[in-house]
């Protein structure tokens, strides 16, 4: 009985090549759907955390439950102190590094338990920790948060949060192109934003305070 040699071809160096570069592709594109994916379900729960802050306020303000609850001037985490533990290059307590950009720059952020407290009381849930943003900030002063930042007065109540995907607001006002609007509105703020800046201050705007978020409710 004749045996028939077969001969057993073996990959190329060039398909082996086309198959780990097809795999590279394929994981790259994978890896940035997970990243932008991850991105937005952080913005989710800024948002929803927001969202549900703002509707209890609302009940506390109609129920009068809300009459002596004041930050003094202050800007307060949204959380008691033990739920910001020390990480993220923020100290134990510290949500933020600055709560409102325009008015308390480069202002540390602290959890007030007396605050936090009163809240509560009133039946407001505080979310505490949530997922940190960095931002370059503007003229070398970085910005890092990983929370809601409350303030309230005799006139009105804020939130204020820089969630790490800046794509949203949700339904609340974004703080970096009011910012911007504002300088745009008038050409002595323009040129001021210019020679600050420079030609590009837009971008150096947007690119520093990124998805800079507001939420204000009249009292």
Do not use: H
């Not at 890092?144 to 309230?152: E, Y």
């Not at 947007?206 to 409710?217: D, E, H, P, T, V």
Request: glycine share 10%; proline share 4%.
């Amino acid at each position: 009985m004749l045996k028939t040699n077969r001969l057993t071809r073996g990959f190329t160096i060039v398909e082996l090549l086309v198959v780990i570069v097809v795999i590279a592709i394929l994981a790259s594109v994978t890896i940035v759907a997970y990243t932008g994916i991850q991105k937005q379900a952080v913005t989710v729960a800024y948002v929803s955390a927001v969202d549900a802050m703002e509707k209890q306020i609302r009940i506390a303000l109609a129920r009068g439950a809300f009459d002596s609850i004041d930050t003094g001037g202050l800007f307060v985490c949204a959380g008691m102190q033990s739920d910001f533990p020390a990480g993220d290059g923020l100290a134990s307590g510290q949500c933020s590094t600055t709560g409102n950009y325009l008015t308390q720059p480069n202002t540390p952020v602290y959890a007030n338990d007396t605050i936090s407290t009163a809240l509560k009381d009133a039946g407001v849930q505080l979310p505490g920790e949530l997922a940190s943003a960095n931002r370059p900030g503007i003229g070398g002063d970085g910005i890092s948060a990983r929370g809601i930042v409350f303030f309230a007065d005799s006139t009105r109540i804020a939130l204020f949060w820089y969630p790490p995907d800046a794509s949203s607001c949700g339904r609340a006002s974004n703080e970096t192109e009011a910012l911007i609007a504002l300088y745009k509105s008038s050409p002595g703020l323009t040129s001021a934003a210019v020679s600050a800046y420079g030609a590009d201050w837009e971008n150096v705007i947007r690119n520093g305070l990124g998805g800079w978020c507001s939420l204000k409710i009249d009292r």
